[in-house]
């Protein structure tokens, strides 16, 4: 079975434009998280999703936005974008609560 | 909130030594813990992880990690590391959240192997 997957691996954007990063789920995973993580640090909370309904978010702007597909796949987007947005953005899905998650090999975002 | 503290940025191991990596955590209720593994410019590996039950969890790659309430500890250990254990570790605390867990999760250990 293929892992979580997620396009593309690497870009860079200028300070103001927008971006969209996409992630595919294991076959059967209804859960997909989105986290932020900034290089030194580990990863952050940014948005929960299942069953194509937000479950949560995390302390981040209304710049970030992520919608869920019937397919389960879901986008992160960001406007506006400023230099500090620069990071790994990792997407994680999970099949039931208290299975755990499984990460994709994540976007890295440059923002010049 | 829930918090975690890895409280060694760095480690340094020779290959075929034992190795401890500390995460003490903060949180009200009974947490879900978790390890993972993340190599060079790579997303993260679930090694193990503890949800309820026996407190000493066995995990892949011959790691294993004993949940200690009383110290608010998870630390991860293994009797003999191997040069391709080398990678940052990190250590999560799982909450519910609508009905799965959110993580949140310490700023990591990065372990260095030396022959």
């Known amino acids: 079975d293929a892992g979580v997957t997620q396009s593309p691996t690497h870009l860079i954007k200028t300070r103001g434009q927008q971006v969209t990063l996409r992630c595919s789920p294991i076959s059967g995973h209804k859960s997909v998280s989105w986290y932020q993580q900034v290089l030194g640090q580990g990863p952050q909370f940014i948005f929960q999703y299942y069953e194509k309904e937000e479950r949560g978010r995390g302390n981040f702007p209304d710049r970030f936005s992520a919608r869920q597909f019937p397919n389960y796949s879901s986008e992160l987007n960001v406007n506006a974008l400023l230099l500090g947005d620069s990071a790994l953005y990792l997407c994680a899905s999970s099949l039931a609560k208290r299975t755990g998650y499984t990460f994709g090999s994540g976007t890295r975002l440059t923002v010049v | 909130a829930q918090s975690v503290t890895q409280p060694d940025i760095h480690i340094t191991v020779s290959e075929g030594a034992s190795l401890e990596l500390r995460c003490n955590y903060s949180?009200?209720?009974?947490?879900?813990l978790f390890w993972y593994v993340q190599s060079p410019g790579q997303g993260l590996q679930l090694l193990l992880k503890y949800f309820s039950g026996d407190t000493l969890v066995q995990g892949i790659k011959g790691f294993e990690a004993e949940f200690k309430r009383s110290q608010s500890s998870f630390n991860l250990r293994k009797p003999s590391v191997h040069w391709s254990d080398a990678a940052e570790y990190f250590c999560?605390?799982?909450?519910?959240?609508?009905?799965?867990?959110?993580?949140?999760f310490g700023t990591g250990t990065r372990l260095t192997i030396i022959p």
């Open positions: 949180y009200g209720a009974t947490p879900y």
């Open positions: 999560a605390v799982g909450v519910e959240f609508f009905g799965n867990e959110k993580l949140t």
